[in-house]
């Protein structure tokens, strides 16, 4: 079945990194594209951008391009999301998302980055 | 830029009862292949998001078939012919005919 597992829960002080992974199981890791959507607490979902897992290419929205990084290891079938340069605002859940054509149709359960000092 | 609007915000239903909610898109979401780019998902509380919808009216596989969506070009509707308890928890739509765009939720819970 298809599976995607992220990283633990994050603890974070402004101005640090992060590096969140989701793996994905169930299916060739190849031929889906992976989203990322955050959800800031008590707030609604919010589209980070997606990364093609056949060429690496990542495309982001236009809000999180800069800070914000995808990358993949096709090895081991994940894929990755790097915050930079942390802010208080970042806290929130970040979820990782199958895309088939255009719809996200299985989700990962969810990584809770909370960015405080 | 798109706008979704969902109504309404929050809805009270009471089990067994049918209970609709809308989404309203300031462009038409149709693509010229014929589909509309319009989809519904739930989030249950304390879990990650679930398709429910896609396309307008195509229920995924693991759906009940209490669910329906309809609707086309920029008014879409999702329906649920009668509630039952684990249906509560926070709906969205989400238009992919451009850059993917999350509906606010509509927030359904038991009378």
């Known amino acids: 079945q298809v599976q995607l597992v992220q990283s633990v829960s994050e603890l974070k002080r402004p101005g640090a990194s992060v590096k969140i992974s989701c793996k994905a199981s169930?299916?060739?890791?190849?031929?889906?594209?992976i989203n990322w959507v955050r959800q800031a607490p008590g707030q609604g979902l919010e589209w980070l951008g997606w990364?093609?897992?056949?060429?690496?290419?990542?495309t982001y929205a236009q809000d999180f391009a800069g800070r914000f990084v995808f990358s993949l290891n096709t090895s081991v079938s994940t894929t990755f999301l790097e915050i930079n340069s942390l802010k208080t605002e970042d806290t929130a859940f970040y979820y990782c998302t199958r895309q088939s054509i255009r719809t996200f149709d299985y989700w990962g359960q969810g990584t809770l980055l909370t960015v405080s000092s | 830029d798109i706008v979704l609007t969902q109504s309404p915000l929050s809805l009270p239903v009471t089990p067994g009862e049918p209970a609709s909610i809308s989404c309203r898109s300031n462009?038409?979401?149709?693509?010229?292949?014929?589909?509309?780019?319009l989809d519904w998902y739930l989030q249950k509380p304390g879990q990650s998001p679930q398709l429910l919808i896609y396309?307008?009216?195509n229920r995924a596989s693991w759906v009940p078939d209490r669910f329906s969506g309809s609707g086309s070009g920029t008014e879409f509707t999702l329906k649920i012919s009668r509630v039952e308890a684990e249906d509560v928890g926070v709906y969205y739509c989400m238009q992919s005919l451009e850059t993917p765009l999350f509906g606010g939720g509509t927030r359904v819970e038991i009378k």
């Open positions: 462009v038409s979401l149709l693509h010229s292949n014929g589909y509309s780019f």
């Open positions: 169930g299916y060739t890791f190849t031929y889906y594209s």
């Open positions: 396309l307008g009216s």
């Open positions: 990364i093609n897992t056949d060429t690496g290419n990542p």
